[in-house]
């Protein structure tokens, strides 16, 4: 299109930034404020002109200004009323700083405010205008910056140019400043694939179709998927969103004033609820990842919209907003939300990621996920992955999920534009879209039962046992219930331990005293100090699966830990020996307070326990009860040999594409292998005979 002449013009003004020392990351900073203000005046006389051309009168000024604010676009006096524009203003380098001041000032007060026009007190300055043009002028290159914008002359394109030609600017922003610029600009390849999606989901009717971008920035994804419906739909659309970047929003807000029916707030999605009572048909996002959100923790943990089934990470708030997109998604709508691969695996089965996929699943929300290319976006080289949600499926797609690897679809960039290396072409594109309709496996469509991504995380707990596959007897008692269970513990009436003291090279160390009241008083304040300082620490070293730990009972039995059988030993005072199974010979120290009728104590008790050791296993699941009750049994039957019991389950949701995609290197066969040994032995042999010479 024509308007992209100017697009040349617009980074000329670069240069003086550049000449003023002025870093390359900042230039977005610098350019964003003229940028915007260029868009503002073009269309204010634009629309001034349609308004002449219509049978508006300019005799009676009052009567056109008053009709002209009717519209809602805006307002200058300057533009208006006195039909000055910034060129006029920036003929007089003597009076320039005077009328431009005066000239940014006669905005209405929501442009201003966007503008970044007056401070205040408010800490939001979004565009910062007057910050901006008081950094200039202390470079000594606000005029000739200032004239070299106004110089650019928009006023012959119409919205849908404008917006193109800000798009191609914001992508250039993007390739210098992820700061400002990248986290949430999508490029434009992507926004025709989601815009082409979209296109299968929505029927060519007259009805309103409302589109909603929870993180819009600064409006290319929300504007560009609305730009391309409307080129191929005859649907009128509205549209929404929200962000919270100063900047970003300015530059959204003001594009919204010049179309139809058009609504951008600004503020924190996950906290200011601005369009919490509405839902939308179709919703897309390109929410901020990797990034963290405890800053406003106690606001999401205590947010009463029910839109949060669970929490994820705090390092990484993704599926919050896409919590948030699902709980203002129509019931009939589509959505596709742009996320990095986190999302599909991190948390194991509980945690708030695993739950919060689990519930997508559940929902049967999740129509396809598809992986794009490295390389693709302007500030990230990442794996990137499209959600597709679609809370209406057909009845063919009823819980099944399409996994569409697209990771090979792309072809490089002359030039790479910043990370961004790899773009979709129409064709690629295409062959994406077409996937999706047909449905169909093949070499990078899979097609699954939405069961297939849970599993079980059984845990169990097992019980260790010795080389014969016993563990240590223990003796039955009644609980409350009337059940004769096992005991826990088996009490020893200890006389002595015996241990190998790791703190003496080659010493053993025994504890005599099963109970003491004596510390030493050089070293310990008292008795409770002595324990908490160095006795029950002490105690705690020991081993009790060493062979050099020996307890010994008041009538004369000895205990002790076979570490070749894992067995525990005990020996009677004529010598016999009995393998009593696996199991811990437990010692532990414990400080008794004291009472009316006895000191302050030490006490060392010993016990005999089972030896115990809590694990779990992956396992895949059913949603028939039975059948799932059933794997797990049969899975335990087959790999687990230890005795054990079941602890809790909890199913848990991932996915993975490297699992699903793989492709097995493929290998040489072994006579081309033996081939280039043979010509290395070869070449090793020549080596040793010129050596040899």
Known sequence: MSILKHESDIWATADLLRGAGIKTSDFPKYMMPFFALLMVESRLIRESKRMVEDGESKENMDEFVEIFQLEGLGYNDFVIREEKSLKDICKN????????????????????????????????????????????????????????????????????EITTLEE??????????????????????????????????????????????????????????????????????????????????????????????????YGNTLTDINFIEKRFDVIVANPPYGVDWKGFKKDIENDTTERFIDLPSISDGQFLFTQHILYQLE?????????????????????????????????????????????????????????????????????KVMLINASDLFEKLKKSKGKKRKKMNANNRADIVKAFTEYKNNEYTKIFDKWDFYFNKQSIMLTNVDENGKSIDMPLKENRQGEMVEQKAIKIDAKSVLILDSFKENGMKAINEMETTEYPTDE????????????????????????????????????????????????????????????????????????????????????LTKDLQKDYEIIPYSPIKETNQQ??????????????????????????????????????????????????????KNLEKELAL
């Open 331 to 399: 019931d009939e709508g589509f959505a596709v939300v742009v996320h990095n691969g986190s999302t599909l695996f991190s948390g194991d089965a509980g945690s708030g990621e695993s739950n919060i996929r689990k519930h997508f699943f559940d929902q049967d929300w999740v129509e396809a996920i598809i992986q794009m290319p490295t390389d693709e976006f302007f500030n990230t080289g990442i794996y990137t992955y499209l959600w597709v949600f679609n809370k209406n499926k057909s009845a063919d797609r009823k819980d």
């Open 631 to 684: 794997n797990i049994a049969n899975f335990m039957a087959k790999y687990i040999t230890k005795p054990f019991e079941y602890i809790d389950n909890v199913v848990g949701v991932e996915l993975n594409f490297n699992k699903v995609f793989y492709k097995p290197e493929k290998l040489r066969e072994v006579t081309e292998i033996i081939a280039d040994l043979q010509e290395l032995e070869n070449e090793l």
């Open 524 to 607: 310990y304040n008292n008795l409770k100090d002595y324990y908490d300082t160095y006795y029950k620490n002490y105690v705690a070293e020991f081993d009790y699966k060493a062979d050099a730990f020996v307890v010994n009972d008041t009538e004369e039995n000895y205990y002790t830990y076979n570490t070749n059988k894992e067995t525990i030993v005990k020996t009677n005072n004529k010598q016999v020996e009995t393998e009593l199974g696996n199991g811990k010979i437990v010692v532990k120290a414990s400080y008794k307070k004291a009472t009316k009728t006895r000191d302050a104590r030490i006490e060392v008790a010993v016990t």
């Open 93 to 160: 380098d003597k009076t320039f700083d005077v009328d431009f001041q005066a000239y940014i000032k006669s905005f209405d007060a929501e442009t201003k405010y966007l503008l970044g026009v007056d401070k205040g007190t408010e800490e939001e300055k979004f565009l910062d205008i007057s910050g901006i043009s008081g950094l200039l002028k202390k470079k000594r290159i606000l005029f000739s910056t200032v004239k070299a914008w106004s110089e650019i002359d928009l006023t012959l394109y119409d919205n849908s």
């Open 168 to 265: 191609h600017i914001k992508r250039k922003w993007a390739d210098i400043s992820a700061e400002t610029a990248g986290e949430q600009y999508t490029p434009d390849d992507i926004i025709s694939l989601i815009t082409e999606l979209i296109a299968t989901r929505i029927e060519d009717n007259e009805q309103f179709l409302s589109i909603y971008d929870p993180t819009c920035g600064g409006g290319n994804l929300l504007f560009g998927v609305e730009d391309k419906i409307n080129a191929n739909f005859k649907r009128p659309t509205s549209t929404f969103g929200e962000d919270w970047s100063d900047s970003l929003y300015a530059l959204a807000k003001i594009e919204s004033r010049f179309r139809q029916d058009s609504t951008i707030k």
